[in-house]
């Protein structure tokens, strides 16, 4: 395409290829369909992961909507696509009567601002597609020529790039979610059926931690998995009485304890939201079975399932046991409940316009009362996962909210009985207002983890997670390059992460005195640790 009489003949059916992870790149894409539907052109909106990728080379004129996500990759459902353009051998004029725009959305605190649209234009230009502005591919859709001006083409996708913010004029729309929401009544056994794979859990606590004059308001969410079956079955096969389970018409459970002074409905309100009666039970639970059951059978297998539990068929055939145990002896039986431990900043700016705005989802939590019931999904986690080799060093660094899952895997690694081999990197700005978990820090010193609290602005000169790091240099040095260890980093995405990096970087350099290499090979080793987010213990180490 070299003149742009050759774009007013581009013909007039348009295709608009979206790739989304929340739903923001689909919602512009079919945005875009019925504007140019509304404005006569013929239009077909379509997912990447639903196109047939042959299709590709005959499709004469075509918008691209996608996100960037994780460390600048691509939705998923652009994977496909993208791995078919990469394909080795492809010609380079196979998309020569391609004519495309791209819509690229983003957030420019990210460092790879953009990065999936960027390299899907580049790549598509390189196998001979047209690229076209929005405005200019959407006016060839309805017939009225294109608007395009020509630029060179490195030119144009630096133009062309729409960079997203998503339209939010709604500017009280947190104050509205927070009456909608927070008004509400917690549904007590209400309709309790939920899609498969989602679960009830119920705010245990929801409480700020952060000063109430001070400028951000960071709340503590506890969300404990609800358990009421369970609970009430185990109500039924032990002493443990009382009425509030939950489940209503649980008569058993009324017939109070054999434990002494004890308050029954306390006993189940201890199993519903102290233990977690999901948990296979540990061996002293077998033993207090054994203790207490009037069968003389049943006492004779469970003897012999304790002496040789491997031998023995299932736990859970001796947990389904005729045994009445005394409270004491269920509670503890069963380890402390496990629960959902959350640290959410309320997201409040406001925009260039000096619009005022809330994010949804911290808004929403901070109204909600204590006892409310939330329905949860829980997905696996994908790129945040402990070494597979407990041995390996770990360097955890969190600053501010990112705090919370550092604090999650300090926690797993002194179960590990690695506490000694953690060290622990927490920022905030002062130890009177933003000090989370403070009431934390000794014991797990005491458990051996190295903890390193930069608070910034306690003194004159700032200090932050990457100076302790620096002060660190010889620890990292023997961590991170001759120990092969991992290092963990979340929070802010802004200038954080390249400047833990760089500190990294600059510690296992003979810059600090303590590495044998150069600062650029330093560099590349940690650019290299990142890129391929390889975990320590991994074959490829
Ligand atoms: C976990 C996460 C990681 C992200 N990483 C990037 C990134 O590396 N580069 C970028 O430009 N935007 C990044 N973003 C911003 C998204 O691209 C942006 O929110 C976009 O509107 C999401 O569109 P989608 O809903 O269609 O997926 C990230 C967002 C999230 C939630």
């Not at 102290?274 to 296979?280: A, F, G, K, N, S």
């Not at 002896?329 to 629960?339: C, G, H, Q």
């Not at 407990?390 to 919370?404: D, E, R, S």
């Not at 991170?480 to 296992?508: E, F, L, T």
Request: glycine share 8%.
């Amino acid at each position: 395409m070299s003149s742009s009489e050759d774009e007013d003949h581009l013909p007039s059916r348009i295709l608009v290829l979206y790739a989304s992870e929340t739903g923001n790149a689909q919602d512009i894409a079919e945005r875009t369909g019925r504007e140019i539907r509304r404005k006569g052109g013929r239009c077909l909106v379509q997912s990447m992961v639903e196109f047939d990728i042959h299709e590709l080379p005959h499709t004469p004129l075509l918008i691209l909507v996608n996100s960037t996500h994780g460390r600048g990759q691509p939705p998923p459902d652009m994977v496909a696509l993208w791995s078919a353009l990469l394909r080795s051998g492809l010609p380079s004029d196979i998309l020569e009567d391609v004519n495309f725009a791209i819509y690229g959305l983003g957030d420019s605190s990210y460092e790879k601002f953009c990065y999936a649209a960027k390299i899907l234009a580049r790549r598509m230009i390189s196998l001979g597609a047209h690229l076209l502005t929005v405005p200019a591919a959407a006016a060839a859709a309805i017939g009225n020529g294109t608007n395009g001006s020509h630029a060179t083409l490195d030119e144009q996708l630096e133009r062309k790039l729409i960079i997203d913010e998503p339209e939010n004029d709604d500017t009280e729309f947190g104050k509205t979610a927070c009456l909608a929401w927070g008004d509400e009544r917690a549904p007590e056994g209400g309709d309790d059926v939920l899609e498969p794979g989602w679960v009830w859990t119920r705010l245990a606590r929801n409480k700020r931690v952060t000063d109430e004059g001070w400028f951000q308001d960071v709340r503590e969410i506890h969300l404990q998995l609800e358990q009421a079956l369970e609970v009430h079955l185990l109500v039924e096969a032990t002493d443990i009485g009382g009425g509030d389970t939950g489940v209503p018409g649980d008569e058993q459970a009324r017939r109070g304890g054999g434990s002494g002074v004890y308050d029954p409905a306390a006993g189940s309100r201890i199993l519903r939201d102290h233990v977690d009666v999901r948990q296979p039970p540990r061996k002293s639970f077998f033993e207090w079975m054994a203790r207490f059951t009037t069968s003389e059978l049943e006492k004779e297998r469970l003897e012999e399932f304790l002496a040789d539990p491997v031998d023995q068929d299932s736990d859970e055939s001796y947990s389904r046991g005729t045994a009445t145990a005394t409270t004491e002896a269920v509670l503890d039986s069963f380890f402390r409940k496990r629960e959902i431990q959350l640290l959410v900043g309320l997201v409040e700016y406001k925009t260039n316009l000096k619009i005022k705005r809330k994010g949804l989802l911290s808004s929403w939590l901070q109204c909600l009362p204590e006892g409310y019931r939330i329905p949860t999904k829980l997905d696996a986690p994908t790129l945040f996962l402990p070494p597979p080799n407990a041995n390996v060093p770990v360097i955890l660094v969190g600053p501010g909210t990112g705090v919370a899952p550092m604090r999650a895997f300090a926690e797993e690694r002194i179960r590990q009985g690695q506490g000694k081999n953690t060290v622990i990197y927490f920022g905030c700005r002062s130890k009177m207002h933003d000090f989370y978990y403070a009431d934390e820090w000794d014991a797990m010193r005491k458990a051996g983890v190295t903890v390193r609290i930069a608070f910034s602005r306690d003194q004159d000169e700032k200090l932050y997670v990457q100076d302790l790091i620096k002060e660190d240099a010889k620890m990292i040095k023997e961590w991170i390059h001759d120990r092969k260890g991992n290092i963990y980093i979340s929070g802010s995405s802004n200038a954080m992460p390249k400047q833990v990096r760089s500190a990294v970087a600059w510690s296992i350099s003979d810059e600090s005195g303590e590495g044998d290499i150069s600062r650029e090979e330093a560099d590349r080793y940690v650019e290299d640790m990142f890129m391929s987010g390889t975990r320590g213990g991994e074959e490829s180490w």
